[in-house]
């Protein structure tokens, strides 16, 4: 510090009032409250409209407009001259703007405009780097004020936070306003290109797992575009999947909840049903050769392009059904069947049939109903099923066209042909002269997952459908988690789809893979969440797998994550009929989201409660009277088959009377054993007959309770 610096400092203390000027170039007076020797600045404060104001001045500016404080210095020759003009003239400028308030007023107004230039200047300086040596200057100067350090470099900061919002304007304007949600599509758009994309592609390699799971992402329709819905879906990479969540706070700021899921394939929507073949079935085909039977299935929402990727386009007049995976799947097949060590050495059937509720159906045999029984070995067979010889990948397309023709379908508020059954395509090789089934490959397009309230009609068929569908598709998840266990038993029984299907469960050597397909509108967020977490729940990683995803073990036995994942009492709990079909903006978390769980008060827990009750009466009673209608219908075919041979005993036994000496009392001894005999057959598909009326009319009064909840 200086000598003079020193000289000035010495002349103020605590408790004088000096002249300070305000930014705006007002002029007023405040009280020192501290000298800061080191900085060389003074600490004033002063009253304001009954508020206690205070800054930090440099010792230059209370020098320029208090020069009266400073007569008393002794100034060196050299520098007096320069110092004592500037304080002359300051002290006359101040004083006359005492004398005259015109004057008074131009001199503020002139010292706030060159304080102003100067700002500028500084920021200018400051910002776009014009003048290095300046900046080394003010860095290497010690006695610049803190304030006005922190001026700049606010004034630096606002500068750049404008240009962002500059940038953010420019990308807003690119977004059509005239959504409802454009805020939220914007938010989406800004995510997305932080995001390095990487998507899945012919080139890279397929997994061999025993249990995969794929995802994929369908494109938004003109439909949803006419609804002003967003695509709230995002896949980043080849195994991951985003849903954006749109959300608001308490104080109305809306922002976005990013929900992430990882899986062993992620499909987004610009992929083909090739690429989903290649990744999928195409693997289990080999297999199919080595006396395997493996299994792929579509999971989703009616609506979210289950068929199409099964089935292939159906959309057109003239049908596509050659990029489907079925007929992808026969075209490889036939593929192998004429190498070399295969040639000549199995025939080719197909069946198709459809699982309605608890019923089966050949769709090759005008919908004929099938029974599903276990043999003597307790194998399932599906008895009475039509099998078709096929030769090529044409008779394959036709047979696909003839059975998607008669397959039930429903008309719900996402599709007008909804699919209301699982369709079971299989695929079987036999050995040739032996006729013997060597493996079969089951390809199955599920029914939609659409809650119940979504169909159009909400009677006694619609929830039947919708119970049976659950029960069915959540028997199917159990299934393949015990498989991934490698469990002892695994729960086939559960429903007619995992009984058709149990030699794909029983093994050593079975692979599944599962398809679940997703939709990308904001108005389906909750479905797309609900199928989501069920691919998520199907599968639980084994450490080969881990291994292989490259995740490290400790990740799974960490206690943070298991703390956030569900108990298994939780797990059957959350997985109940009603969150498969019922509206939920939370996910239940596994490991490997980033989910919490709904909290729920207790009004909601109570008429959860009550509903969850109605629906397991109602699920009791269509499971009640589907026993004794499978009964029923099991003496009533009884009785038919011994029809014939009491006709003939009947006949044997007229015929006797034709003789002219008949014994007519052994006559009637027989005519009353087969009367006898044939009442105890019709009494008692009577009483059958009873029992499954009564359980059809409590079956409907419980219909008429739950819909009236």
């Not at 029809?643 to 034709?658: E, I, K, N, R, Y």
Request: one cysteine or more; glycine letters at 4%; aromatic letters at 6%.
């Amino acid at each position: 510090m200086s000598l003079n610096s020193q000289q000035y400092l010495s002349c103020l203390h605590s408790g004088q009032v000096v002249d300070i000027q305000r930014s705006n170039g007002r002029i007023h007076q405040a009280v020192i409250t501290k000298v800061n020797h080191s900085i060389r600045t003074i600490t004033v404060e002063w009253q304001e409209k009954n508020e206690g104001k205070g800054k930090e001045v440099d010792l230059d500016a209370i020098v320029k407009l208090n020069p009266n404080l400073f007569q008393s210095i002794a100034h060196s020759p050299s520098r007096t001259g320069a110092i004592s003009r500037n304080l002359d003239t300051d002290h006359n400028d101040y004083h006359s703007t005492e004398n005259n308030p015109a004057q008074s007023n131009r001199h503020t107004k002139r010292d706030a405009e060159k304080l102003t230039r100067q700002s500028r200047l500084d920021k200018s300086s400051n910002i776009n780097d014009q003048s290095p040596q300046r900046q080394q200057n003010a860095v290497a100067d010690p006695n610049r004020s803190k304030v006005v350090k922190e001026i700049e470099r606010i004034a630096a900061n606002r500068e750049q936070r404008r240009a962002k919002q500059e940038v953010r304007r420019q990308k807003l304007s690119e977004v059509d306003h005239t959504i409802p949600a454009w805020e939220f599509q914007a938010m989406i758009n800004e995510y997305r290109q932080q995001l390095g994309m990487k998507h899945l592609t012919l080139h890279d390699q397929q997994k061999d797992l025993r249990i995969t799971v794929c995802v994929r992402k369908r494109p938004i329709t003109k439909k949803e575009l006419n609804k002003k819905d967003i695509d709230v879906l995002t896949v980043p990479n080849k195994d991951h999947v985003v849903v954006h969540l749109p959300k608001v706070k308490l104080d109305l700021t809306k922002y976005i909840d990013n929900n992430t899921f990882r899986f062993d394939y992620a499909m987004n929507e610009s992929c083909t049903n090739e690429l989903v073949y290649y990744f999928t079935a195409q693997p289990l085909v080999r297999s199919l050769f080595q006396g395997c039977n493996p299994l792929v299935f579509a999971y989703g929402q009616t609506g979210s392009g289950k068929t199409y990727t099964m089935g292939g386009d159906l959309s057109q007049r003239d049908v596509d059904f050659s990029k489907g995976i079925y007929a992808l799947t026969a075209n490889d097949i036939f593929r192998q069947l004429h190498k070399s060590q295969n040639r000549d050495q199995f025939d080719i059937y197909c069946t198709f049939f459809e699982i309605y509720c608890t019923k089966v159906f050949d769709l090759f045999n005008e919908k004929k109903r099938l029974r599903v029984l276990e043999d003597h070995k307790n194998l399932v067979q599906v008895v009475g099923k039509k099998e078709e010889r096929v030769e090529s990948v044409t008779d394959v397309m036709s047979l696909i066209r003839r059975g998607m023709s008669v397959r039930t379908s429903g008309t719900t508020s996402a599709n007008e042909h909804s699919s209301r059954s699982h369709a079971v395509f299989q695929i079987i090789l036999k050995k040739q002269h032996t006729n013997k089934e060597y493996s079969k490959i089951s390809l199955i397009d599920l029914a939609g997952s659409e809650r119940g309230r979504d169909t159009q009609t909400n009677d006694k068929t619609t929830l039947m459908e919708g119970a049976q569908i659950n029960k069915s598709l959540l028997t199917l998840k159990e299934c393949i988690r015990a498989l991934g266990r490698n469990a002892e038993h695994i729960p086939f029984r559960g429903s007619t789809l995992t009984k058709v299907l149990r030699d794909s469960f029983i093994g050593e050597k079975c692979k599944i893979c599962m398809i679940a397909m997703v939709s990308p509108g904001s108005s389906d967020v909750d479905h797309t969440l609900n199928t989501l977490r069920y691919a998520d729940r199907v599968k639980e990683l084994n450490v080969d797998e881990l291994k292989q995803r490259g995740i490290e073990l400790h990740q799974k036995s960490n206690p943070v994550l298991h703390d956030d994942s569900p108990s298994p009492d939780e797990d059957d709990y959350y997985d109940d009929d009603d969150l498969l079909n019922e509206s939920s903006t939370q996910v239940i978390p596994p490991s490997r989201t980033t989910i919490s769980k709904p909290q729920l008060n207790y009004s909601s827990r109570s008429q959860l409660t009550k509903t969850n009750q109605s629906k397991y009466k109602f699920e009791q009673a269509i499971a009640r009277s589907h026993e004794l209608e499978d009964l029923t219908l099991e003496s009533h075919h009884g009785f038919l088959d011994e029809l014939p041979q009491l006709l003939a005993g009947h006949q044997t036994v007229f015929d006797s009377s034709t003789h002219m000496n008949y014994d007519r009392e052994r006559y009637t001894k027989q005519l009353i054993h087969l009367i006898d005999n044939q009442q105890q057959h019709l009494t008692s598909l009577r009483q059958r007959a009873l029992q499954m009326r009564e359980a059809v009319a409590h079956e409907t009064v419980c219909a008429k309770e739950l819909t009236s909840k």
